[in-house]
């Protein structure tokens, strides 16, 4: 089997599994991690207020998703392009940039997050009291921000063992802090929100403190540099950051939305049954996470050096091999859903089976396209990004005030289904059509 793939595989698409090995083992071990602390918090806390949980953290997710500029995606494709023409001065000022920005846009949030608490958390979630605790955890998990500009940084230099390093104490750190908050706090949710919020804190600390002191040899002249270096590229990346702005800020709000929706018109416990499904569905995309984080640095680059043909051809294989995965996959798992639901997390959350097969399949579909926009990215499609979770964003609202009301937690499971559906319809046929008119005027060339 490995003498296969070694002569199947073309060198971009080898490169691509060598950078995604070790995250591959961080996001396996990371997934364990999370799937222990899921069980400890689906049990301790109990379905409705395992619900409430999920929901504040949803919420949270959401309002901050509008502040977050996600500078790490600008500094991988942009300093892919410096690194490609051996500009580090430029590539200095640009991770200048991107921190005076995100702290700018940090503090902002906080005093907004506050603000809005206090006026719309009744609304979702139903235990009253909480929103200074809400606050706090807002705070701790806003420091996230900075967590995506170091790990950027990290894999735009191809670092992907420290990075994957750096996931595994995260997780440790939180997931110990989270059991210690279950077993002392399980009936005091106040204060058990006040320890995850410290694990959070904790974990973004290490996250950076460890990041910094890899790249530090890096960073040599960073304080004397001025960010006036990249003026002339100033329009280019406002422009592209307005846009991926917009999409991601979308499909955050369809990523959480769905909580936020079923929580506003159901009740707790069917959120608590769809956050069980979910977390076990899209366990499945820890096997494609490490390609993700590999791809898009390698793809920026593909396209700064123009080598069109060795990218289509990564994206054929890699396509192929997780299409004929998924299908495998997805027979064994319809054979034990409801004995894996139950041996997990136990006969109270027996109905999350068949939301988690739905989840579980919606993974795979993105899953097996996993590189869709990651591709639009690195064309500097951001435009069509945006529309295209726009257009998502209005059928997911659209149809969940429909069947929400009648079909609960499944219903949300298969809204998800149609969502990834149609985003690997348009992402695809988009990115690809684009790839083969650069392939054909370069043949032409």
């Known amino acids: 089997m490995i003498q296969f793939f070694r002569k199947y595989l073309s060198k971009e698409s080898k490169i691509l599994f060598k950078n995604s090995s070790w995250v591959f083992l961080a996001n396996i071990t990371r997934v364990l991690l999370l799937f222990v602390r899921s069980i400890f918090l689906a049990k301790g806390l109990g379905v409705e207020v395992y619900g409430n949980y999920i929901t504040i953290l949803a ?20 300093g892919a392009e410096y690194i490609a023409r051996n500009d580090k001065n ?26 809005l608490v206090f006026l719309i958390s009744d609304f979702f979630i ?114 592209f950051l307005t846009a991926n702005y917009g999409s991601r800020l979308l499909k955050n709000i369809i990523e959480q939305g769905d909580v936020l929706l079923l929580s506003s018109l159901s009740s707790s ?33 593909l396209v700064a ?53 739905v989840v579980m399949l919606a993974a795979l579909v993105a899953g097996s396209t996993f590189w869709n926009t990651s591709l639009l990215l690195s064309l500097g499609e951001v435009n069509y990004r945006f529309k295209m979770y726009l257009f998502l964003l209005v059928i997911g609202f659209a149809s969940s005030w429909i069947i929400i009301p009648i079909y609960s937690a499944i219903g949300v499971a298969f809204i998800l289904l149609l969502i990834k559906s149609l985003e690997a319809a348009l992402g695809c046929t988009k990115s690809i059509d684009i790839l083969n008119k650069f392939i054909k005027n370069d043949e032409k060339s």
């Open 269 to 301: 416990t069917q959120v608590g049954l769809y956050g069980v499904g979910k977390r076990l569905g899209y366990a499945v995309l820890s096997v494609v996470d490490p390609l993700v984080n590999a791809i898009f640095p390698q793809f920026s680059l």
């Open 126 to 239: 139903k235990e009253p009291g909480l929103e200074w605790f809400i606050i706090i955890l807002a705070i701790a998990n806003g420091l996230q921000f900075f967590d995506y500009i170091s790990q950027s940084f990290l894999r735009l230099y191809y670092k992907f063992k420290l990075n994957s390093i750096i996931s595994i104490i995260m997780a440790v750190i939180e997931i110990g802090i989270v059991i210690i908050a279950v077993h002392i706090y399980h009936d005091d949710f106040p204060r058990f929100l006040l320890l995850v919020a410290l694990g959070r804190l904790l974990s973004s600390l290490a996250c950076n403190f460890f990041a910094f002191w890899e790249v530090k040899d890096y960073l040599k002249g960073y304080q004397s540099i001025s960010i006036k270096i990249i003026e002339k590229d100033y329009k280019l990346i406002y422009k």
């Open 90 to 115: 430029s590539l200095l000022a640009l991770i200048k940039l991107s921190f005076l920005s995100t702290t700018i846009t940090l503090v902002i949030s906080f005093f907004f997050i506050s603000g």
């Open 305 to 357: 050096k123009k080598k069109y043909s060795e990218l289509m051809g990564v994206i054929k294989q890699m396509s192929l091999i997780l299409t004929l995965f998924s299908v495998l996959f997805l027979i064994v798992i319809y054979l034990i859903k409801l004995d894996l639901v139950v041996l997990v997390y136990g006969i109270e959350y027996i109905d999350a089976a068949n939301i988690f097969f």
């Open 59 to 78: 919420l949270i997710a959401s309002i901050q998703s509008f502040f977050n500029l996600n500078f790490g995606t600008i500094l991988i494709k942009f």
